[in-house]
């Protein structure tokens, strides 16, 4: 189907940035959305952004709006999630997802069908 490959985490201090990559290969003709979710240790997977990959749509986590900022590179099958003014609490494995049915709702993670195996994003205060 599609496969997923996250790049980019890392350790950043308070108020830092980082530019996360989602590099998409096989059948991307499939993806509808595609969609940047985080777990932090025992807490439960949450959204962060989505992009549609027809239209460009996007949609934002109201905690991160305003600081995050996701955009795609179609030419490259590739999604990024540009992340500024971190905070500590914004540490957590971030995935990305593909949703390959139908666009729907951006926003629940069971609406996903293909995932990366997750990078690692530390904000030390």
């Known amino acids: 189907q599609v496969q997923l490959v996250e790049s980019g985490g890392g350790l950043v201090q308070a108020g830092g940035s980082l530019r996360l990559s989602c590099a998409a290969s096989?059948?991307?003709?499939?993806?509808?959305?595609m969609g940047w979710f985080r777990q932090a240790p025992r807490k439960e997977r949450e959204f962060v952004a989505a992009i549609r990959w027809i239209g460009s749509n996007t949609y934002y986590a109201d905690s991160v709006k305003g600081r995050f900022t996701i955009s795609s590179d179609k030419a490259k099958n590739t999604v990024y999630l540009q992340v500024n003014s971190l905070k500590p609490e914004d540490s957590a494995v971030y995935y990305c997802?593909?949703?390959?049915?139908?666009?729907?709702?951006?926003?629940?993670?069971?609406?996903?069908?293909?995932w990366g195996q997750g990078t690692q994003v530390t904000v030390s205060s």
């Open positions: 096989g059948r991307t003709f499939l993806i509808y959305t």
């Open positions: 997802a593909a949703d390959l049915d139908a666009p729907y709702t951006p926003y629940d993670p069971d609406r996903y069908d293909q």
